[in-house]
């Protein structure tokens, strides 16, 4: 049994929690991919992403996440036309969520708007995509995701597919479409953030 985890954006607006957290069922990173960056510089809030262009994630299922306040400001984007769908509060601009669509059950919560992820919770954050980081692969980060963790997300989205664990989902409404419809960047707006 694992714990259960505050979430907010920055303001408070957007209100929610991650339910059965635990080392078993969620992974723990930081990701310095170009994405990443993009989203955060495209929010334009501060804090989002470390000194080297690290954004910390939590990952889990979306049954384990639910927002109980605040849903009006739930908004989307995508980087490109088929890119991950990624979330934030449209009140001050944290960034919620990443995820690929309502069949894949998979959400990534960046740290940003988890209130306290204790250790022992959500496991120690390895770098991954390192090779995109801001000055170089930081020291300890890995260029890729380490198979260690590849298999270990392997295994979580097969057991919550099979648990039917993608349902509900605080990002998707009954019928599987985001919640809001979705901002795509141009490859203008998208270079810009680059």
Same mark, same amino acid.
């Given at each position: ?17 991650? @339910? ?11 990701? =310095?991919?170009?994405?990443? %960056? ?48 990624? @979330? =934030? ?11 690929? @669509? ?13 209130? *306290?992820?204790?250790?022992? +919770? ?10 995109? +980081? ?35 989902? +605080? =990002?998707?409404?009954? %019928? ?11 490859? *203008? ?6």
């Amino acid at each position: 049994m694992g714990v259960e985890l505050e979430l907010r954006c920055r303001c408070g607006a957007l209100r929610g929690t991650m @339910s059965d957290v635990s080392t078993s069922n969620s992974n723990h990173a930081v990701c =310095y991919c170009a994405d990443c %960056q993009a989203f955060a510089r495209w929010l334009g809030s501060p804090g989002i992403m470390d000194e080297r262009g690290g954004t910390e994630i939590v990952q889990v299922s979306p049954s384990q996440v639910r927002w109980t306040d605040g849903l009006d400001q739930l908004r989307f984007v995508r980087l490109a036309p088929k890119g991950l769908l990624r @979330s =934030y509060s449209t009140c001050c601009r944290t960034p919620v969520g990443n995820m690929v @669509s309502a069949k894949v059950p998979f959400v990534g919560v960046p740290r940003v708007a988890i209130v *306290d992820a204790p250790v022992e +919770a959500v496991g120690p954050a390895p770098g991954v995509r390192g090779g995109s +980081a801001i000055g170089g692969t930081p020291p300890g980060a890995f260029t890729s995701a380490p198979l260690g963790m590849i298999a270990h997300s392997i295994r979580m989205m097969l057991r919550w597919w099979i648990r039917g664990m993608g349902r509900p989902s +605080a =990002y998707f409404d009954e %019928q599987g479409a985001p919640r809001s419809t979705p901002t795509v960047l141009t490859p *203008d707006e998208r270079a810009r953030v680059s």
